[in-house]
């Protein structure tokens, strides 16, 4: 492997769009992946939705309630799991502290300057290459069982974009307006937001564009290539430790999600990201009466419901239970009942047995931020800890830290992100 190249670990929405940014700005790229095809972890079957308007990070006071109050109960949205408490313990503290009123909101607005920046890359590839990946722009509507909920929202979101968020504000008339297969639950319904500039689209399917336009744009992608170790000699990248070859890199990135700690490990260096569990279950939809037109997402239990083409998927749930893969039926369960509780009349048509039930790991930072930037370590990079906005923030991320590595002048201010905050 030549000098030249800078290799990317790992194949995910963070790996790839930094691929194609650098790939874009004139560097020689190779991105390693350990799974047999890119996208299969947490960028998989996510709930679809670009929305600068969901920036909050999940430790505002009412999160940590549910958190906590999900413990030990399995119909909960939010789930600690009290065997995974004590590795959780300084992260944990850290992530209490930033909920205070002061660094929620000052975390909230660097994490709305990113995926703003994020959307208009985003928007910015999709159009320069004719992308399609079941994508839609008609926005996403949050609903609210809770008029204190909704009032609340408001407020925050107009502090933390300085109303610079184009939104409109629904009575409960108004939601079935937007989306008319409410109207069985439109009683129970205090009002939505409606934020038309909100985006959706299959990230899987966005992923696969992203990956051929690297392939036919010169750029190299490895499957079925695990990255066992990264060689550092005095304190500098000297390559890395696939489970085959060694190879020599010019700069090395790593972008392999919630299994980033662990690589960094190696190297004494401590990512505070941990994983949180979500799931998804996709059901086929095309030809179903009562569906849905626009994505929604149910603030109260932090589900989305995103119609994808000729599929309806619902996704939620959030567990600090490590790394397990299992996939609970329990939680299939509580994702069917969401979906009958919102949608009454498509859950009826729906073959239940045929839902694809998909989990994956949200890479998570305690203050809501991703580590994007150099490391300690000369020529190691890492653009990790996206979370529950992983693939909003994706673009930006990348596009942003490829700047940092070639020392162009950044779009945004990149310091709240850089990685050696911490690293
Ligand atoms: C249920 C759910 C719903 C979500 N909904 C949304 C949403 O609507 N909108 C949004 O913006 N975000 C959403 N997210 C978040 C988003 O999906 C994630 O933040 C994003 O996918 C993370 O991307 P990543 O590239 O960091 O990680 P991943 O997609 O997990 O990719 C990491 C890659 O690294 C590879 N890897 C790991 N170790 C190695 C190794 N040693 N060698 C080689 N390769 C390795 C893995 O195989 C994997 O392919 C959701 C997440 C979940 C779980």
Avoid at 103 to 123: G, P
Avoid at 351 to 379: H, N, Q, V
Wanted: proline share 4%; aromatic share 8%; net charge positive.
């Amino acid at each position: 492997m030549d000098k030249d190249t800078t290799v990317i670990i790992g194949g995910g929405l963070q790996g790839l769009a930094t691929a194609y940014c650098l790939l874009h700005k004139g560097e020689k790229v190779l991105l390693l992946e350990r799974n047999e095809d890119v996208a299969r972890e947490a960028s998989f079957a996510n709930a679809g939705m670009i929305t600068p308007s969901h920036s909050t990070p999940w430790n505002s006071f009412s999160d940590i309630v549910q958190i906590f109050s999900g413990i030990g109960r399995k119909d909960s949205p939010m789930l600690l799991n009290l065997r995974y408490l004590p590795s959780m313990f300084f992260w944990g503290l850290r992530f209490l502290r930033n909920s205070s009123k002061s660094r929620f909101l000052r975390n909230s607005q660097h994490s709305y300057q990113l995926a703003k920046y994020s959307k208009q890359i985003t928007k910015e590839t999709r159009l320069k290459n004719g992308l399609s990946y079941d994508d839609a722009q008609n926005g996403t509507m949050k609903i609210f069982r809770d008029k204190s909920k909704l009032d609340q929202s408001i407020e925050i979101t107009k502090k933390y974009s300085d109303s610079s968020i184009d939104m409109k504000i629904l009575d409960q008339k108004g939601v079935v307006e937007v989306e008319p297969a409410l109207a069985d639950i439109s009683d129970h319904l205090a009002g939505g937001i409606l934020y038309p500039e909100d985006e959706i689209g299959d990230a899987y399917k966005f992923c696969k564009e992203l990956e051929n336009l690297i392939r036919t744009q010169g750029g190299r992608i490895h499957v079925n290539t695990e990255i066992k170790k990264i060689l550092v000699y005095k304190n500098s990248i000297n390559g890395l430790l696939t489970d085959r070859v060694e190879i020599r890199a010019k700069a090395i990135v790593l972008a392999a999600g919630s299994w980033s700690r662990e690589i960094l490990k190696q190297l004494k260096l401590n990512l505070p990201v941990r994983p949180v569990k979500g799931y998804s279950l996709t059901h086929q939809s095309g030809g179903l009466k009562n569906c849905p037109e626009i994505a929604i997402l149910d603030e109260s239990t932090h589900t989305a419901i995103t119609p994808l083409g000729k599929r309806i998927r619902v996704t939620g749930v959030a567990e600090f239970t490590g790394l397990d893969d299992d996939i609970h039926i329990d939680r299939v369960d509580y994702l069917n009942n969401m979906l009958l509780s919102v949608y009454p009349k498509l859950y009826s048509q729906l073959t239940l047995a045929e839902g694809k039930a998909w989990c994956g790991f949200r890479p998570m930072s305690y203050d809501g931020l991703p580590y994007i930037g150099e490391t300690k370590i000369k020529g190691l990079y890492v653009n990790v800890g996206q979370g529950h906005l992983g693939w909003t923030k994706a673009m930006g991320s990348a596009s942003l830290l490829s700047d940092i590595m070639l020392g162009n002048k950044t779009a945004i201010n990149p310091k709240p992100y850089l990685a050696n905050r911490s690293l």
